[in-house]
């Protein structure tokens, strides 16, 4: 394409005040600072992405035998085996800030991404620390039209942990010390928060039943008129992606609230909690490919939820069942593998997405994994901790690699600050970066 045709990797599709980023295309030509070494193809940003998990794992069914090439994988990584080359499995990895006694969930999802103890109050003068998220959106957030995005799938309602605000058990994410960023839950917010424009135009697109992509169809045909075949089929897909969540929003919008009182799912809220998950995997990789972001954060489950899944075999509270010793093992292994599997849905969509010389996996890291090893004892160490993605190519994957007991989970957040050019003396409680990544 000749430099006429250059298009700006801002370029949005407008429509009635609505604005949709486009996905990399070829005629946005470099976008990076780097390119890969020996590759003319222009390189594509990194992505960070955080995924936790609550109240325990089930160890012995998480952790790989043996160090090195992950070719026999235990009982819950099954559920990833398809990316085995796309992941590297840590083991010897601490949240050493959320060690105490009473209140461990709440200690726990505060100290995962800060590296800091949080303040024992019930009141409002709660404080933790900043979180690795908010430092990568603090540095590069300005590349983009969000600075970060953080979703999850429970607000922070019911049970508080002893002597703990409510704000801590749910929030992994924080701008700085006394300033959580609380994670959008509705999927349809999500939605509005990175395509639609403001409160106005929102409200008068449902009132027409109007799409976001409606609004904006002879844009996007002037656009295709300047695209070469490859770059047009690129933009066919993602606007098809876009459509197919925004009718399934739609959908999940008329569904009822359940039936059980204690489950409060709001209008809007699949009722089944794998299309919740998966709406929200959708919208993340949707933000990552166009770039609306590149920085998010994602909450399957808040600390200490009680969130049955009788659909999928489980039919116990998710935090009981880790306090019933041997024979809550089974149960909390179902849960562990349910987890998984929206991790490898997540995953099958990014690496679904051609960009540059790879695909949208190959340039993302993602961190999956939680601040609670055993949910019983509630120990802090040698945590299930997964990564997925090589960043870029600046990641060795396909790998088991075992640490010294008791490292830093922050020398890792560190590694993954790095891999977006974002350089700090330190994190929280870390001792330095990660080493043999």
């Keep these: ?53 609550p109240n325990g794992t089930v160890m012995p069914s998480w952790t790989p035998k043996e160090e090195g090439p992950l070719n026999d994988l235990p009982p819950i990584l099954q559920e990833v085996k398809d990316f085995a080359g796309d992941i590297t499995v840590l083991t010897g990895l601490s949240a050493r800030a959320a060690n105490g006694g009473g209140g461990a969930h709440a200690r726990a999802m505060a100290a995962f991404l800060t590296g800091v103890t949080p303040l024992k109050t019930e009141g ?27 979703v999850g799938t429970e607000e922070n309602t019911g049970f508080c942990d002893f002597g703990y605000n409510c704000v801590y058990k749910g929030t992994m994410s924080w701008r700085s010390a006394t300033q959580p960023m609380i994670k959008e839950v509705r999927p349809k917010l999500v939605f509005e928060r990175l ?4 409160d106005a135009n929102r409200a008068k697109r449902d009132a027409l039943r109007k799409s976001v992509l409606d609004q904006v169809r002879e844009d996007s045909k002037s656009l295709a008129s300047r695209l070469g075949a490859d770059d047009r089929r690129r933009l066919d897909d993602y606007l098809t992606a876009v459509r197919d969540i925004e009718q399934r929003i739609e959908r999940a919008a008329s569904f009822p ?23 929200m995997c959708d919208l993340i990789v949707l933000a990552f490919r ?57 995953l099958g969509k990014l690496k679904a997405v051609k960009e540059g010389s790879g695909t949208l996996l190959d340039h993302c890291l993602i961190a999956y994994g939680s601040a609670i090893s055993n949910g019983a004892s509630h120990s802090n160490s040698d945590l299930p901790i997964l990564l997925a993605g090589n960043a870029g190519g600046t990641v060795k994957t396909g790998r088991h ?37």
């Excluded at 059980?260 to 299309?275: A, H, N, R, T």
């Excluded at 690699?401 to 590694?415: G, M, Q, V």
């Design 1 to 53: 394409m000749n430099k006429h045709n250059h298009l700006s990797r801002r370029t949005v599709l407008r429509g009635l005040g609505a604005g949709i980023a486009l996905p990399w295309l070829e005629a946005m030509g470099p976008i990076a600072s780097w390119v890969h070494a020996n590759d003319k193809t222009p390189a594509a940003p990194n992505r960070l992405l955080w995924c936790y998990v």
């Design 124 to 150: 409002t003068n709660y404080r933790a620390g900043v979180s690795v998220d908010q430092v990568a959106a603090s540095k590069i957030g300005d590349q983009t039209r969000l600075a970060s995005l953080e």
């Design 195 to 198: 395509f639609g424009g403001n």
């Design 257 to 279: 609230p359940l039936a059980k009182p204690e489950l409060s799912i709001e209008p809007g809220i699949p009722k089944d909690y794998q299309e919740h998950c998966r709406l």
């Design 290 to 346: 166009s770039d609306i972001t590149r920085i998010g954060t994602f909450a399957l489950l808040n600390e200490v939820s009680e969130r049955s899944f009788p659909e999928h075999g489980i039919k116990e509270g998710h935090h009981g069942i880790t306090h019933q010793a041997e024979r809550g093992y089974p149960q909390l292994t179902l849960v562990n593998q349910l987890h998984l599997r929206q991790l490898a849905y997540l």
């Design 401 to 437: 690699i075992r640490y010294e007991k008791d490292t830093p989970l922050n020398n890792l957040w560190l590694s993954m600050l790095e891999r977006v050019d974002v350089r700090v003396p330190f994190l929280g409680d870390s001792t330095g970066s990660l080493r043999g990544l």
